[in-house]
């Protein structure tokens, strides 16, 4: 189920570099060669320590406890390295041009920018408090809230300059937008509400209560889904008013949603019960309720049509088969929270649910 | 996986988040995992202490008591500071009050910077970043710890904790609560300058904390001649604690580290240290439950800080 082809213009992969190195061990080759790539041998030995993985299908997990970001080869299901951060990557986005994924450090108040194909380091830059990230559907806003500070700020792409800084209460978590990429929606965790931003102005439209503890924020056919963590559902809101249209149970601490690529499908992680819950798109209806112990928080859709999802207490990512209801276990670090895979082009999925 | 961070995550999802659900404080849930992290590695902590440090004090005491009853106050302190409410309450208020802070410095152009952004080569060295931060807050410790016992108002607070005349492994713990707010804040301003990796590493803060029990521990232990001179040892602490040692005139300051006396001075060096404790502290400090301690430790303070006028 491969929705989204993978970005194509990226050199040297692993598989490559590693077979170059092996091959060059030749009986044949003359003594100072031999010296030199016996050195070169050594050096990468030395150096592969400190490299990211050399899989070419990875899963990129937010180790949020560890500051670390895991490196997961999708086919072996292994973890294959880890990237040092400084404090707590929480939660990534992919750029427009898909050349960055941008992982947002709160606590140590960086965005780390990875190449999205082989995990590397390319840059950094320091930006308070990046909790949730999220570009616009039309690539020309970065969206950061700012959980520990109040504050929503509104970037623009590429440059990263700062254009709005919304000052709001409280605890702004999740971000969704409107399919123009006119308004952005923001759920306000301690304060349980929900609030939308106009992304011209960084004005506020509206705020209106959603419930206790709100989290993950889905646009879906025009209207706006919101996890309530505090509850057992969803709450449905008109985005245009901020009207409660209905809630929808899904479990105790319904916290983030997600559209399955096909778009017939809605999943909403609930952490308290530690079930997946299956909804119809288009009815709102539960389809079907999988037990997922651990904690499920964020999840990812690989290729072969299975499911990762992290588990924030049970330090490993679940890779679910959604028609049978198994899934395996890959041990990662202490507190996996974001998730992505680089074996399609998530942004599309990411920030477009809506159509 | 290790099996204290399996617990770990037992106790968040299977306590602390259904608590927080049925109580209506789910907003505080990205706090549960380092909680429950804390209390575990807190318990775990007291466990090696106990297993450790009370066979020392069995068998290679440095005084011999007639009876215990004066630690049990020390215990309740050790299970309050490691296992019980004080984490809890200072993970939600300090993170409220250091988020609010944070954006308050963040608004007036200030990002408090993270070691490892000052040194750019320690990104991808966590063992040696935490060397480092752990010399750095240890040095920042000595300093708390040696002003407090320069002025007469903290003194007064410290005294709770240098009152006790039977130290044991248990003693670590045994301050007063402005003290430790003292302690929270001083450590949050080291924060604000250099950054503190959170629960990275908690398998080396408890080795530290551990360090910091034994150093208290009622044993005639030494590291050894050199030991003693990149460890704290409980002769090396137990001079601190020594009753001549106790205000303003002290000694071996250090809670982890001996370099920072050995810099600084003064380091003491003895194999005698004699007998612990404070004979101007309250007898409720030494001896009273821990609310009379606490009462009589706050009363203290506000006799340093407002002095009676005498008459002339």
Redesign the interface.
């Known amino acids: 189920m491969q929705v989204f082809s993978r970005p194509l213009c990226f050199p040297c992969h692993g598989r490559l570099r590693r077979k170059a190195l092996i091959g060059g061990l030749s009986p044949r080759l003359s003594s100072p060669r031999l010296i030199s790539r016996c050195l070169g041998l050594a050096a990468a030995l030395v150096l592969g320590a ?1 490299l990211p993985a050399r899989a070419e299908e990875l899963a990129f997990v937010l180790d949020s ?3 670390a970001i895991s490196l997961v080869d999708v086919k072996t299901e292994r973890e294959v390295s880890r990237i ?5 990557p929480h939660h990534m986005a992919l750029s427009p041009d898909h050349r960055e994924l941008l992982v947002g450090d709160s ?4 965005i780390f920018f990875l190449d999205p194909v082989s995990g590397a380091l390319k840059r950094r830059l ?1 930006i ?2 990046p909790y949730q990230l999220q570009f616009s559907p039309d690539g020309h806003l970065l969206v950061v809230t ?6 929503v700020d509104i970037y623009e792409a590429g440059t990263y300059r700062l254009l709005y800084r919304v000052p709001i209460s409280a ?1 702004p978590s999740h971000i969704n937008f409107s399919p123009d990429s006119r308004v952005t929606y923001i759920t306000l ?2 304060t349980n509400r929900l609030a939308a931003i106009d992304t011209a102005s960084g004005r506020v439209i509206w705020e209106t209560p959603v419930g ?2 709100p989290a993950g924020v889905l646009w879906l056919r025009g209207r706006l889904l919101v996890g309530v ?2 509850a057992d559902g969803v709450a449905v809101i008109d985005p245009a008013t901020g009207r409660l249209l209905e809630r929808v149970h899904t479990g ?2 319904a916290h983030n949603l997600f559209l399955t690529p096909d778009g017939r499908t809605v999943i909403v992680t609930n ?2 019960d ?1 079930t997946l819950a299956f909804l119809d798109a288009a009815t709102l209806t539960v389809r079907r309720e999988i037990r997922l ?3 499920p928080d964020d999840l990812d859709f690989a290729p072969d049509g299975r499911i990762w999802i992290t588990r ?4 490993s990512v679940a890779v679910l088969d959604p028609e049978s209801g198994d899934y395996q276990v890959i ?1 990662v670090g ?2 996996p929270h974001g998730i992505w895979l680089n074996t399609h082009d998530a942004l599309a999925r990411a920030v477009g649910r809506a159509e | ?1 290790d099996p204290l ?2 617990a770990a ?2 106790l ?2 299977n306590l602390a ?2 608590f927080l ?1 049925h109580t ?1 404080l ?2 505080w ?2 706090l549960a ?2 909680w429950a ?1 804390f209390v575990v590695y807190g318990a775990v902590q007291v466990g090696l202490m106990y297993a450790i440090c009370l066979p020392l004090e069995r068998f290679y005491p440095i005084e011999r008591w007639p009876d215990r009853r004066a630690v049990a106050v020390d215990v309740f302190y050790t299970l309050l500071a490691r296992v019980g409410l004080l984490p809890l309450i200072a993970f939600v208020l300090f ?1 409220t009050v250091q ?1 609010e802070f ?2 308050w410095l ?1 608004d007036h152009g200030y ?2 910077p ?1 070691l ?2 000052l040194i750019p080569g320690l ?2 060295h ?1 063992y040696l970043t935490f060397l480092l931060y752990a010399l750095i807050l240890d040095y920042a410790d000595y300093w708390r710890h040696r002003l407090s016992h320069r002025f007469d108002w903290w003194y007064a607070l410290h005294a709770l904790h240098h009152a006790q005349r039977q130290m044991s492994f248990w003693s670590d713990d045994r301050n007063h609560l402005l003290d430790d707010f003292i302690a929270a804040l001083w450590f949050g301003a080291i924060a604000l300058l250099i ?1 503190v ?4 590493f908690p398998l080396l803060v408890l080795v530290l904390r551990f360090l910091e029990s034994l150093s208290h521990a009622n044993t005639r232990l030494s590291f050894g001649w050199l030991g003693d001179r990149l460890l704290i040892s409980p002769l090396f602490h137990r001079t601190h604690h020594a009753i001549p040692a106790a205000g303003a005139r002290s000694c071996n300051y250090g809670a982890v580290f001996p370099f920072w006396d050995m810099l600084h001075g003064p380091a003491r060096f003895t194999a005698r240290p004699g007998p612990p404790g404070d004979p101007t502290a309250d007898e409720a400090l030494v001896s009273g439950s821990y609310l009379a301690q606490q009462w009589s430790g706050f009363r203290a303070f506000l006799r340093a800080l407002f002095p009676e006028r005498r008459p002339s």
Do not use: C
Not at chain 1, 84 to 88: A, S
Not at chain 2, 197 to 200: C, H, K, R, V
């Open positions: 400190s406890a560890e500051a040092p951060v400084l404090r707590e606590a140590g108040n960086e320091s308070t408090d700012g959980l520990a500070r109040n504050q605890m965790q301690q206790d503890t963590m505090g105790r601490g952490r308290v530690g112990p651990g904690g924030r207490f049970a330090h041990k202490r507190s | 996986m961070d399996t995550g037992w968040a999802e988040i259904p659900w209506g789910m907003r849930e990205e995992y380092g992290l993170f988020a944070r954006a963040a990002v408090p993270t490892e952004r990104l991808g966590p950054g990796p959170p629960l990275q």
